[in-house]
């Protein structure tokens, strides 16, 4: 099983610019999660999905856009590059069963807005 | 609101000492917590969880963790480090119906 898989592994975007983070999965696991890591920040919530056609706020949703037409897929979209958005981002997903289940992560998007 | 916070940003530790990484919890239902580490350039890992049971919880790569109610505590624990456990490790708790809440890291340093 590949798991969690992000595209692309790192991008460099200019201000103003838009692009989508796509994450994907094949464990069948109903709930999916966006997180950015900022170094010594954690990682903070974007955006959550408990499945397709239905999608949360998570802590840090602004400038942020996500869909989720299939239980396998759940991209990110960036509309206007800001450099702020400059970070590490992190798609998770879980199984969504009785009581909390351990998510499983990709290995992240590196992305600089210069 | 449930929140972590886990005390030292950085533990930097000799080869084969024991280390420990603390990490405390407010929540005021039942919680659920789990400690994840990450290695360079790579996402995260679920090491250990604790969901109810035994307040000792064991983990992979020799790590353990015990729950204290009363402390609000989850502290991680190795009774001898490699360089290899060199990494980032987050402390979360799952407050329930909502996502994890994650700290905001501790680096552990293992120096030979």
């Known amino acids: 099983n590949a798991g969690v898989t992000q595209t692309p592994k790192f991008r460099i975007l200019k201000i103003g610019q838009s692009m989508t983070l796509q994450c994907t999965q094949d464990?069948?696991?109903?709930?999916m999660y966006w997180y950015r890591q900022d170094p010594g920040m954690g990682l903070k919530l974007i955006y959550y999905?408990?499945?397709?056609?239905?999608?949360d706020k998570g802590e840090v949703p602004n400038g942020y856009n996500v869909s989720r037409s299939t239980t396998e897929d759940f991209p990110l979209r960036l509309e206007l590059a800001a450099p702020s958005q400059t970070s590490v981002y992190f798609c998770?997903?879980?199984?969504?069963?009785?009581?909390?289940?351990?998510?499983?992560f990709g290995d992240g998007t590196r992305l600089s807005i210069l | 609101a449930q929140s972590v916070t886990q005390l030292d940003s950085q533990v930097p530790v000799f080869e084969e000492a024991p280390v420990e990484l603390r990490c405390n919890y407010s929540?005021?239902?039942?919680?659920?917590l789990f400690w994840y580490v990450q290695y360079p350039n790579q996402g995260l890992q679920l090491l250990l969880k604790?969901?109810?049971?035994?307040?000792l919880v064991k983990g992979i790569n020799g790590f353990e963790a015990e729950f204290n109610k009363s402390q609000t505590s989850f502290h991680l624990r190795k009774p001898s480090v490699h360089i290899s456990d060199t990494a980032e490790y987050f402390c979360?708790?799952?407050?329930?119906?909502?996502?994890?809440?994650f700290g905001k890291g501790t680096r552990l340093s293992v120096i030979a």
């Open positions: 464990m069948n696991h109903n709930y």
């Open positions: 999905s408990v499945g397709a056609g239905i999608t």
């Open positions: 998770a997903s879980s199984y969504g069963g009785q009581g909390p289940q351990p998510q499983h």
């Open positions: 979360a708790v799952h407050p329930g119906n909502t996502p994890l809440v």
């Open positions: 604790y969901l109810s049971g035994s307040t």
């Open positions: 929540s005021s239902v039942s919680v659920y």
